[in-house]
């Protein structure tokens, strides 16, 4: 319905002239100009499914309308603490827990290379580095609210999957110069971090990652939800501010056999050998894609990158042109010792 003063008032009023009575009423999120609402009632047995319909119809839009079940009684957070329970004994259920949590449609599992982009009638969300779920929706947009809560509850089965002994559930602890840098798979909820750590970046370095002045936001906050086929990757420092960004993701659509990667590491964490901690993971993460190859496109002033390339032991073919080197190489489980970091 449209976001407005009023506007919740008007769809009540408008049921409540149908003798229905309001259960429960939920705000699930804020689109541009528009809010989504969940609402439980109950109507007289004489007030038909048409007419609810149209009542709703009369304050917004996108409305949908279904028989309840017993659990439908239930308020949001007791419903989520369920969903949350059945995951602790059975978390390859967290694609349906999430269906149900945003009433999707459709649920699927996909590889991470595979399947729909984001669209106002898909939410993809990423699961694991091989997997990605597919939710689909065709009665209204999916809204942000729903894509973080979703999201949540996908990082409560990778959690639970931890503690019954999966340690990669939740990312990696890579080795860097001095100690470690925990790596994982970037979440929705990452995208303000991740805006705050490029605004501490100096334009240089802006410039060697984008390879022009450019703006970097509607790239990467777009790719940060998991939206697309791909994965993005964060390195967490010791105080758990985001401080590097990795992409694993198509060299183009609909080719799985080549994977485009790259890497920001904000000026004051560089030479502490997190750019080294996300590339390993990357080349890893994109070989449990299945692709076959990746490629980087590296600006020719930027030695730091093509000598950070040039150590994961890979066979890179470079082909230059302008001021910009395009390195290829075939990847292969076989690899050597990870590099030292750099």
């Not at 007289?44 to 709703?56: G, I, K, M, N």
């Not at 259920?93 to 999430?98: D, E, I, L, M, N």
């Not at 995208?191 to 060697?208: F, I, K, P």
Request: hydrophobic residues 40%; contains cysteine.
């Amino acid at each position: 319905m449209p976001d407005r003063p009023g506007g919740v008032d008007m769809f009540i009023r408008a049921l409540a002239a149908l003798h229905s009575y309001t259960v429960a009423l939920y705000v699930l999120g804020h689109g541009e100009g528009t809010r989504t609402l969940d609402m439980r009632l109950t109507a007289p047995e004489s007030v038909r499914e048409e007419t609810l319909l149209a009542a709703a119809l009369s304050a917004g839009r996108n409305a949908r309308i279904r028989p309840s079940s017993p659990d439908d009684a239930q308020d949001l957070p007791t419903r989520i603490l369920d969903a949350s329970a059945e995951l602790v004994t059975n978390p390859s259920w967290a694609p349906y827990a999430a269906m149900h949590l945003v009433d999707a449609d459709h649920v699927q599992v996909v590889g991470a290379t595979e399947g729909q982009n984001d669209g106002p009638d898909v939410l993809r969300l990423q699961w694991t580095p091989e997997c990605h779920v597919l939710l689909r929706r065709t009665w209204a947009p999916f809204t942000r609210v729903e894509q973080a809560r979703a999201s949540a509850l996908l990082r409560l089965s990778a959690a639970i999957a931890v503690a019954t002994g999966d340690a990669d559930a939740q990312g990696w602890l890579e080795p860097a110069k001095g100690g470690t840098v925990w790596v994982r798979l970037a979440h929705p909820e990452d995208a303000e971090a991740v805006g705050a750590m490029h605004r501490r970046c100096s334009d240089r370095t802006l410039y060697l990652r984008y390879l022009s002045s450019g703006d970097w936001r509607e790239i990467q906050m777009r790719r940060l939800s998991g939206g697309h086929s791909g994965a993005a990757l964060v390195a967490v420092g010791n105080g758990g501010t985001i401080i590097g960004l990795g992409n694993v993701f198509p060299e183009r659509p609909n080719n799985n056999g080549s994977a485009e990667i790259a890497v920001l590491v904000e000026d004051s964490h560089q030479g502490e050998g997190v750019g080294t901690a996300l590339l390993r993971r990357q080349l890893i993460v994109a070989e449990q894609m299945g692709f076959r190859e990746v490629v980087a496109w590296v600006l020719s002033e930027n030695g730091a990158m093509t000598r950070m390339l040039q150590r994961t032991g890979l066979d890179w073919t470079t082909t230059i042109e302008g001021g910009s080197s395009t390195m290829r190489a075939r990847l292969s489980r076989a690899r050597s010792a990870p590099p030292e970091p750099a």
